[in-house]
Nanobody, 117 residues
Framework: VQLVESGGGLVQPGGSLRLSCEVSSFTFSSYAMNWYRQAPGKERELVAAITSAGGSTNYADVVKGRFTISRDNVKNMVYLQMNSLKPEDTAVYLC???????????WGQGTQVTVSS
């Protein structure tokens, strides 16, 4: 299983970015999907989560109302729409897939998001 993130970059405070994660797996629709982030010198934190069918989502308090996670089980894609970005959102954002059948997870390589004027 491979996960490839894209869509990161440099954006000004208040701006928006949309991250994408493409998952190469025949069983993508069975995975719960998550977005994590890790800033320099800080621990990795869970930002957003979505269930396998997309019926339920969850967000870290610091991004609620600004970020939206979604998925397309036909295209094997998961997205993170990030609005009203703040400098403290600067981090490497990583896509994570949780396989509850084999009880293991998979990680992408991450994409850098920098929020700065």
């Amino acid at each position: 299983v491979q996960l490839v993130e894209s869509g990161g970059g440099l954006v000004q405070p208040g701006g928006s970015l949309r991250l994408s994660c493409e998952v190469s797996s025949f069983t993508f629709s069975s995975y719960a999907m998550n977005w994590y982030r890790q800033a320099p010198g800080k621990e990795r934190e869970l930002v957003a989560a979505i269930t396998s069918a997309g019926g339920s989502t969850n967000y870290a308090d610091v991004v609620k109302g600004r970020f939206t996670i979604s998925r397309d089980n036909v295209k094997n894609m998961v997205y993170l729409q990030m609005n009203s970005l703040k400098p403290e959102d600067t981090a490497v954002y990583l896509c994570n897939a949780w396989d509850s059948y084999y009880y293991r997870d998979y990680w992408g390589q991450g994409t850098q998001v920098t929020v700065s004027s």
